[in-house]
């Protein structure tokens, strides 16, 4: 069974303090890891999407890497607009539906 | 505006009664998806679609049903609501899995309350 495990739940940065999210998987083969961004109320925004052991990608003061078990959202700089939960997602190869399973997010919350 | 649209935003039922929850997308995608999310939780996927008249169970489908007679709509009935049924409901499309770097498009959610 594919799982997706979010850590921290919740991070609470001053704005320009630079961190770091993290999202650990186990899945039979993984075919994509994707990062949403979730303001309250709404659905989930895509960020990126990551395919090889050693991919990154950037948007903005956003960066995404990747590993055999694990992806880091590295944040830098952060301002309060960048407040929202993150969520991590991983797409299992093999599978018709192609459906993502997520992680239960990480709570972002930057402090002017 | 194209996108996955969602109604209702809100609904308040009580036990035992039923509703359907409308998702629209006029972006031309075959595969759509249902997911739910409970406070604190990730999305469970409820049902899916790979193309009209092609829908199957995900990981917590009891309670619910789907049909998809044309690529736009995938509604989600509920019968005989439940206090576990509350949760806030998202609509998912893509065009296809197998095209890269292009990210699952959600619409906004219903929530759904059950007293």
């Known amino acids: 069974e594919d799982q997706v495990t979010q850590s921290p739940e919740a991070l609470r940065l001053q704005e320009g303090e630079s961190s770091s999210l993290n999202c650990s998987y186990t899945v039979s083969g993984l075919r994509g890891l994707f990062w949403y961004r979730q303001d309250p109320g709404k659905g989930p925004e895509f960020l990126f999407t990551l395919y090889s052991a050693g991919e990154e990608k950037e948007k903005e003061r956003l960066k995404a890497t990747l590993t055999k078990k694990e992806s880091f959202l590295h944040i830098t700089a952060p301002k309060p607009e960048d407040s929202a939960t993150y969520l991590c997602a991983v797409q299992a190869e093999g599978t018709g539906r192609r459906a993502l399973t997520f992680g239960s997010g990480t709570r972002l919350q930057v402090q002017p | 505006n194209a996108g996955v649209t969602q109604t209702p935003k809100f609904r308040i039922l009580k036990i035992g009664q039923s509703m359907t929850l409308q998702c629209a997308q006029d972006m031309n995608h075959n595969y759509m998806y249902w997911y739910r999310q409970d406070p604190g939780m990730g999305l469970k996927l409820i049902y899916y679609s790979v193309g009209a008249g092609i829908t199957d169970k995900g990981e917590v489908p009891n309670g619910y049903n789907v049909s998809r007679s044309t690529t736009e709509d995938f509604p989600l009935r509920l019968e005989l609501a439940a206090p576990s049924q509350t949760s806030v409901y998202f609509c998912?499309?893509?065009?296809?899995?197998?095209?890269?770097?292009?990210?699952?498009?959600f619409g906004s959610g219903t929530r759904l309350t059950v007293v």
């Open positions: 998912a499309s893509t065009p296809s899995p197998a095209v890269r770097n292009y990210g699952y498009t």
